[in-house]
T-cell receptor, first 114, second 112 residues
């Protein structure tokens, strides 16, 4: 078990709605990365936050946005939900963003968009 | 898009046998990592091998890296039923963007 916690564990939304997912990073970590994992696929990088600043972004549209707070916890916001946004959303924390050091993952939020 | 291609996509073996899974990637890397995922939940880091290393061991795990072929392999020796999971390789680009790029994974089933 890592010290990374995500909430909620499951969420059901309808197309067009907005959703906020939350993540608390492991103690001592100042970097949070978010990944989207579709069923049967590997995780895809959404973005990373390091000391409250975005530090890299994957190939996701602007309706995917994030925040990192002074305590290094983080939020992922998705606006105008689409059916294809249904996936497992994973948060991972690490020390000192960049460098590709090992990640500590939370258990994820399973989002279903109907 | 994902950088890694993993092979095989699925593997089924008997307890006690060895399991080997392979990963290929496309760009220059700082390091390559292997992760394990049980039942679609969070991933757990297994091992990290840097671009200047060729082989690394951790318990029953052995990882090799061939940067000239842009490939890596993960060997699990003396497998156990509890090793049943999906295994992913992930690469950290040498451009140091901070992100890890994951492959599509190998699903391993170890039969008791």
């Amino acid at each position: 078990e890592t010290g990374v916690t995500q909430s909620p564990t499951h969420l059901i939304k309808t197309r067009g709605q907005q959703v906020t997912l939350r993540c608390s990073s492991q103690s001592g970590h100042n970097t949070v990365s978010w990944y989207q994992q579709a069923l049967g696929q590997g995780p895809q990088f959404i973005f990373q936050y390091y000391r409250e600043e975005e530090n890299g972004r994957g190939n996701f549209p602007p309706r995917f946005s994030g925040l990192q707070f002074p305590n290094y916890s983080s939020e992922l916001n998705v606006n105008a939900l689409e059916l294809d946004d249904s996936a497992l959303y994973l948060c991972a924390s690490s020390r000192d963003g960049g460098g590709g050091e090992k990640l500590f993952f939370g258990s994820g939020t399973q989002l279903s968009v109907l | 898009s994902q950088q890694g291609e993993e092979d095989p996509q699925a593997l089924s073996i008997q307890e006690g046998e060895n399991a080997t899974m392979n990963c290929s990637y496309k760009t220059s890397i700082n390091n390559l990592q292997w992760y394990r995922q049980n039942s679609g939940r969070g991933l757990v880091h297994l091992i990290l091998i840097r671009s200047n290393e060729r082989e690394k061991h951790s318990g029953r795990l052995r990882v090799t890296l061939d940067t000239s072929k842009k490939s890596s392999s993960l060997l699990i020796t003396a497998s156990r039923a509890a090793d049943t999971a999906s295994y992913f390789c992930a690469t950290a680009s040498s451009s140091n963007t901070g992100k890890l790029i994951f492959g599509q994974g190998t699903t391993l089933q170890v039969k008791p």
